[in-house]
T-cell receptor
C-alpha cells in the first residue's frame, strides 16, 4: 500500500523555538495533505488542509502565523510550529490523499519544555 | 449531537471472541474509512468503503448508506488487535470527520 513518511517521530524543544515537521508521500502524488492535532484520549482535530502550490486552508481557531504550512510539491508538506510554547505540546499527524484513499503518517510527538 | 457516533467507547474481549464496533453518522458522505491507531500513535487505514461489505483477513466492514451506519467486525480476536478503532466518514474534498474511537483490549 501507499506510504506516508512523517519526520521526526519525536521532538523535544525549548519554549520560544520553532519546530518543523515533514510529511512525504513516498510512492504517490498527494493532491491534498491534511494536518491534524491529537490530545490524549481524544480524536483527531483537523488543523489545516493544504494543496500543492496554494495557501493552506486553516480551521477556525488555528493560528496560521503560529502553524505555518508549506506544500511545495505533490510529495512534500511541512508544518512549522513557530515560537513554540508548552501548550503546543501534542501529537501531530499528517494525512495525504490521491483523491481515492487517505494515508497517514506515523505522527510526531512534540514536547515543548 | 456529534456528527459521528461510535459504540462502544471501550470494549474488552477474550482472545478468540467475535467483536463488533458500530458507527452512525449524520453527515453526507462519499465513502467511509475505518482506521486503527496503536498506542504509539500511528494510524493505519483498514478499509475505505462506499457500499456493501469488504473483508481483509479477520476483519470485515459493512456499510448501509441509506441508514448511515457502518460496522467493523473482528473474527477470532487476538491480543495484537488491541488498539483504538476510529470511524471516519469522508465528505466533500476528501475531508474526513472522525468518531471518538473505540478502545479495544483483547486479553489472552
Amino acid at each position: 500500500g501507499a506510504v506516508v513518511s512523517q519526520h521526526p517521530s519525536r521532538v523535544i524543544c525549548k519554549s520560544g523555538t520553532s519546530v518543523k515537521i515533514e510529511c512525504r508521500s513516498l510512492d504517490f502524488q498527494a493532491t491534498t495533505m491534511f494536518w491534524y492535532r491529537q490530545f490524549p484520549k481524544q480524536s483527531l482535530m483537523l488543523m489545516a488542509t493544504s494543496n500543492e502550490g496554494s495557501k493552506a486552508t486553516y480551521e477556525q481557531g488555528v493560528e496560521k502565523d503560529k502553524f505555518l504550512i508549506n506544500h511545495a510539491s505533490l510529495t512534500l508538506s511541512t508544518l512549522t510550529v513557530t515560537s513554540a510554547h508548552p501548550e503546543d505540546s501534542s501529537f501531530y499527524i499528517c494525512s495525504a490523499t490521491d483523491d481515492t484513499e487517505a494515508f497517514f503518517g506515523q505522527g510526531t510527538r512534540l514536547t515543548v519544555v | 449531537k456529534n456528527e459521528v457516533e461510535q459504540s462502544p467507547q471501550n470494549l474488552t474481549a477474550q482472545e478468540g471472541e467475535f467483536i463488533t464496533i458500530n458507527c452512525s453518522y449524520s453527515v453526507g458522505i462519499s465513502a467511509l474509512h475505518w482506521l486503527q491507531q496503536h498506542p504509539g500513535g500511528g494510524i493505519v487505514s483498514l478499509f475505505m468503503l462506499s457500499s456493501g461489505k469488504k473483508k481483509h483477513g479477520r476483519l470485515i466492514a459493512t456499510i448501509n448508506i441509506q441508514e448511515k451506519h457502518s460496522s467493523l467486525h473482528i473474527t477470532a480476536s487476538h491480543p495484537r488487535d488491541s488498539a483504538v478503532y476510529i470511524c471516519a466518514p469522508k465528505g466533500s474534498g476528501s475531508r474526513l470527520t472522525f468518531g471518538e474511537g473505540t478502545q479495544l483490549t483483547v486479553n489472552p
